[in-house]
Structure formats: C-alpha cells, structure tokens
C-alpha cells in the first residue's frame, strides 16, 4: 500500500503498454483528511486471479498533482 503525495516525470524511451485489470476506489476520510484509494486485482490468467494485486492511495496534495497530470497529458479542461 502506498500513499501517493506528490509524482515525478520518467522520461524514458522503454514504454509498454499493460495487460487491463480490474480495478476499484473507494473514498474515506481520516482524522477530517480526505482519500482515494484505488485497489487493482491480478489478471485472470494469474495464479490466484482477482487477488488484490496493488493499493494507492491519493491525499488532496496528491490528487491535485494527479488531475494536473492528466489534463496536460489528455488536454482536458
């Protein structure tokens, strides 16, 4: 589990494209702090399929620098 704050640009030439997952979020808060967290679950062709596979979770500082990404990123307004 990890609690994204902040992101930093890779730049790299090696990029691959992802097998799709299944993926769910949930919204909380904690001591009046807000959340996201996002679970992903393993392929289906994995050894235990739908196993909880990875956790991030986004504070507010985190899911502003996320939007910001994906607005340049996408060219969304």
Request: charged share 35%; aromatic share 8%.
């Amino acid at each position: 589990m990890a609690l994204v704050r902040k992101f930093e640009r890779l730049d790299t030439e090696r990029t691959q494209l992802q097998d799709e997952v299944e993926a769910k979020y949930a919204v909380f808060e904690r001591d009046g702090r807000g959340f996201v967290q996002i679970n992903t679950y393993g392929r289906a062709d994995r050894k235990l399929p739908g196993k909880l596979s990875q956790t991030i979770q986004l504070d507010r500082e985190g899911a502003e620098a996320l939007v910001a990404i994906l607005k340049k990123a996408f060219a969304l307004s």
